[in-house]
């Protein structure tokens, strides 16, 4: 009678696993390592919202992408390097697959996981920062700085500059100061920079802020005695209020300040009141809750009670349209992988990553989700992990962004052979042997 009730046991708990391991086998898991809390929380806690609320109304209205549920878990990194790790090892094998991909949501923390992400088969999206030559996917496979990087932004901004001088030979002689974040991120585009005043003929002072930023009394009295004629601010979180107020003090005009997208959101400008009108900032997505998408998150998440977001009156403001950008771009990689390696299948890392070098965010694709001139088209190759994407320029008027450019196009010219020469110059320095994208296509 033992042997017959234990028989029954197991084969009832081996239904119970063969259950769950069902189950299991029809989930997507994505880590959400952002942070939630610190002085960086105000843009890490809009972009983890419109990132998990995307992934909710994936699940909410579609079923998850062809059957297969989106699961997460959420860790909080402080944007500090250390946590960031930590996240990254804890997460990196939940779920039937392991993790599907990795944000790390800081360029610290980028820099910290380039090397463990091709060991682990697990790509990071590094989507409008981290480090620029990981564009370069024959020696990077495994991480891709979408849409636009931090070099050819630059570029971008100083063709905004020069469309506002009047021509790009009216910055000779020019003086530009960048205001920049000390930390990985803030230091990414010294070298482009520098290239840039050399091709056309200005000047730049590179000035530090240290972390987090929230005293600059001295770097806006260098400012004030430089006398510059424009300054990029390269600033994040509490830095972006300070440096424009600040600027306010010093008599410095703020339409004559062009921020990274990092300091181009509501967050950024409201703490800083009247100081923040005429602020000019780059940008590679559209405020506003206008948009299907946007209206669908309304609908099939909050309608449901199930949204992130306490305070509604984030929806659809900068931060919170990026983390949708985020989820759509990351999604859309998934979808992808599940058209070469089956449908309704949940993908390993290594699936999604050709995903990822496979995918086209063309104007059907954005029609097709609802975010029509919600985000730039690009496309992603073996070699390109970077995509192409352009540039626009909004400005501040007191109470919401105003798009003041059209897409600027990046100065690939310039951009793609710095990135070339960094990324062969690390292969060798870690003795990576570069794919050959040719045969692998």
């Given at each position: 009678?033992?042997?017959?009730?234990?028989?029954?046991?197991?084969?009832?708990?081996?239904?119970?696993?063969?259950?769950?391991?069902?189950?299991?086998?029809?989930?997507?898991?994505?880590?959400?390592?952002?942070?939630?809390?610190?002085?960086?929380?105000?843009?890490?806690?809009?972009?983890?919202?419109g990132?998990?609320?995307?992934?909710?109304?994936?699940?909410e209205?579609?079923?998850?992408?062809?059957?297969?549920?989106?699961?997460?878990?959420?860790?909080?990194?402080?944007?500090?390097?250390?946590?960031?790790?930590?996240?990254?090892?804890?997460?990196?094998?939940?779920?039937?697959?392991?993790?599907?991909?990795?944000?790390?949501?800081?360029?610290?923390i980028?820099?910290?996981?380039?090397?463990?992400?091709?060991?682990?088969?697990?790509?990071?999206?590094?989507?409008?920062?981290?480090?620029?030559?990981?564009?370069?996917?024959?020696?990077?496979?495994?991480?891709?700085?979408?849409?636009?990087?931090?070099?050819?932004?630059?570029?971008?901004?100083?063709?905004?500059?020069?469309?506002?001088?009047?021509?790009?030979d009216?910055?000779?002689?020019?003086?530009?100061?960048?205001?920049?974040?000390?930390?990985?991120?803030?230091?990414?585009?010294?070298?482009?920079?520098?290239?840039?005043?050399?091709?056309?003929?200005?000047?730049?002072?590179?000035?530090?802020?240290?972390?987090?930023?929230?005293?600059?009394?001295?770097?806006?009295?260098?400012?004030?005695?430089?006398?510059?004629?424009?300054?990029?601010?390269?600033?994040?979180?509490?830095?972006?209020?300070?440096?424009?107020?600040?600027?306010?003090?010093?008599?410095?005009?703020?339409?004559?300040?062009?921020?990274?997208?990092?300091?181009?959101?509501?967050?950024?400008?409201?703490?800083?009141?009247?100081?923040?009108?005429?602020?000019?900032?780059?940008?590679?997505?559209?405020?506003?809750?206008?948009?299907?998408?946007?209206?669908?998150?309304?609908?099939?998440?909050?309608?449901?009670?199930?949204?992130?977001?306490?305070?509604?009156?984030?929806?659809?403001?900068?931060?919170?349209?990026?983390?949708v950008?985020?989820?759509?771009?990351?999604?859309?990689?998934?979808?992808?992988?599940?058209?070469?390696?089956?449908?309704?299948?949940?993908?390993?890392?290594?699936?999604?990553?050709?995903?990822?070098?496979?995918?086209?965010?063309?104007?059907?694709?954005?029609?097709?989700?609802?975010?029509?001139?919600?985000?730039?088209?690009?496309?992603?190759?073996?070699?390109?992990?970077?995509?192409?994407?352009?540039?626009?320029?909004?400005?501040?008027?007191?109470?919401?962004?105003?798009?003041?450019?059209d897409?600027i196009?990046?100065?690939?010219?310039?951009?793609?052979?710095?990135?070339?020469?960094?990324a062969?110059?690390?292969?060798?320095?870690?003795?990576?042997?570069?794919?050959?994208?040719?045969?692998?296509?």
């Amino acid at each position: 009678m033992k042997r017959s009730m234990l028989a029954l046991a197991l084969a009832a708990a081996a239904t119970g696993f063969s259950g769950t391991a069902a189950a299991q086998a029809k989930e997507q898991f994505i880590p959400a390592a952002f942070y939630w809390v610190g002085p960086f929380a105000p843009g890490g806690s809009g972009i983890a919202a419109g990132f998990l609320d995307y992934l909710t109304l994936l699940n909410e209205r579609d079923g998850g992408i062809n059957g297969v549920k989106l699961t997460w878990e959420k860790c909080e990194t402080e944007y500090i390097t250390s946590r960031g790790v930590e996240c990254y090892e804890r997460l990196k094998k939940r779920g039937p697959t392991g993790a599907s991909l990795f944000h790390p949501l800081s360029t610290g923390i980028t820099y910290a996981l380039i090397d463990r992400a091709p060991i682990d088969k697990v790509p990071l999206i590094t989507l409008g920062y981290g480090r620029t030559d990981a564009s370069d996917g024959r020696v990077f496979p495994y991480v891709f700085p979408l849409i636009t990087n931090y070099w050819s932004q630059n570029t971008a901004k100083i063709r905004f500059i020069g469309q506002r001088e009047g021509g790009m030979d009216k910055l000779r002689g020019k003086h530009i100061v960048n205001l920049y974040h000390d930390s990985a991120y803030g230091k990414e585009t010294l070298p482009v920079l520098e290239k840039q005043a050399e091709m056309y003929g200005f000047k730049v002072t590179n000035i530090a802020v240290p972390s987090p930023g929230n005293e600059q009394s001295a770097q806006w009295l260098q400012i004030r005695q430089l006398k510059p004629d424009w300054v990029i601010l390269r600033g994040w979180g509490v830095m972006n209020p300070t440096a424009l107020k600040a600027a306010a003090r010093a008599g410095f005009p703020r339409d004559r300040i062009v921020g990274v997208w990092w300091s181009g959101s509501e967050e950024d400008v409201i703490p800083a009141g009247d100081a923040a009108k005429g602020f000019i900032a780059a940008g590679f997505n559209a405020a506003g809750d206008k948009f299907p998408v946007i209206q669908e998150i309304r609908k099939h998440v909050y309608g449901k009670g199930k949204g992130e977001l306490e305070d509604k009156s984030r929806i659809g403001t900068i931060y919170y349209n990026r983390g949708v950008i985020f989820a759509i771009v990351s999604t859309e990689a998934i979808r992808k992988a599940q058209e070469r390696f089956g449908k309704g299948q949940p993908m390993t890392g290594e699936q999604v990553r050709w995903g990822l070098e496979n995918l086209n965010i063309d104007e059907a694709t954005l029609k097709r989700l609802g975010a029509s001139g919600f985000m730039p088209t690009f496309r992603i190759t073996c070699e390109d992990h970077e995509g192409g994407g352009g540039v626009r320029f909004q400005q501040w008027d007191g109470k919401q962004w105003k798009i003041i450019s059209d897409w600027i196009p990046t100065d690939q010219k310039l951009v793609r052979p710095m990135i070339e020469a960094s990324a062969m110059q690390y292969a060798k320095e870690k003795n990576i042997t570069p794919r050959d994208c040719a045969k692998e296509k």
